[in-house]
């Protein structure tokens, strides 16, 4: 189960206050776009769109009283900074989380794919290899997801029809390329099996290839602390000795 922080539980009691706004027309664009971001980071079932704009719009009236003490206070570029950070901070959390999602998807989903293939080609059909993969396997961000996608084709939905909808309200690059191939292959009447080998050797290709690509980024990312953090400190631990004997020769 998933909370939200705390600070959030401190202003989601004053949230049905501002539902009369959030609702009007201005809003409505606004609303279904957080109400996507909120279901790709897996926070659907505790707050909706909606609820998340409204937070906001409390959080930020809440900035503008604190900007307001501040000015009052003599204390302007304190309160600006407060006001901005509070404003920010819900927005940068739920990008955060999305991403977070998304990563860990990334990374689980070549071996899914990878224990499909074994379990499709020993003879089993696709939802009978997806729940036993599932049974096995710790609950993490791919496992929800397809767990979900299980139950609602237990429910009666189609599989194509139930994997549009995972792709749609997941919305990670690999995971949506996966589910459009098996119902190409459904549609088509190729080989699953094969194809989820070919799906799940690109994928682990490309993982590779960007743990290179990030590798390389590493010695350019880390040139600017070296320059603010260190250069600075071994100049200081270098140098400071050398002025010290320098002052104590030219003072005797």
């Known amino acids: 189960r998933r909370s939200l922080p705390v600070f959030f539980k401190l202003f989601m ?6 539902r009369f706004i959030v609702r009007k027309e201005s809003f409505k664009r606004s609303v279904a776009m957080t109400d996507d971001k909120v279901t790709m980071a897996g926070y659907g079932h505790v707050l909706n769109g909606e609820s998340f704009v409204g937070l906001r719009l409390v959080i930020a009236f809440f900035s503008c009283g604190l900007l307001v003490l501040c000015l009052m206070a003599g204390r302007p ?6 006001a901005a950070c509070l404003c920010i901070y819900p927005q940068v959390w739920l990008t955060k989380k999305v991403n977070q999602r998304h990563m860990e998807i990334m990374k689980a989903l070549p071996n899914i794919l990878d224990l499909l293939t074994l379990s499709v080609e020993a003879g089993k059909d696709f939802l009978t290899s997806m729940r036993d993969i599932l049974v096995g396997r710790r609950m993490d961000a791919l496992a929800e997801e397809l767990g979900r996608t299980f139950k609602e ?3 009666g ?3 194509e029809d139930a994997l549009r909808d995972l792709a749609m309200r997941v919305r990670q690059s690999d995971l949506t390329s996966v589910c459009n191939a098996i119902i190409q292959a459904e549609e088509l009447g190729v080989s699953i099996g094969h194809l989820l080998r070919v799906q799940s050797e690109m994928l682990r290709n490309k993982r590779f290839t960007r743990a290179e690509k990030l590798a390389n980024e590493a ?13 600075p400190a071994v100049f200081l631990v270098l140098m400071v000795p050398i002025a010290m004997q320098a002052s104590r020769f030219f003072t005797r």
């Open 219 to 231: 010695p350019i990312k880390i040139l600017l602390p070296m320059i603010l953090f260190i250069f």
């Open 13 to 18: 009691p004053f949230v049905p206050n501002v």
């Open 157 to 159: 939905k189609k599989r």
């Open 77 to 82: 570029i304190v309160g600006l900074l407060m």
């Open 153 to 155: 084709i237990q429910l």
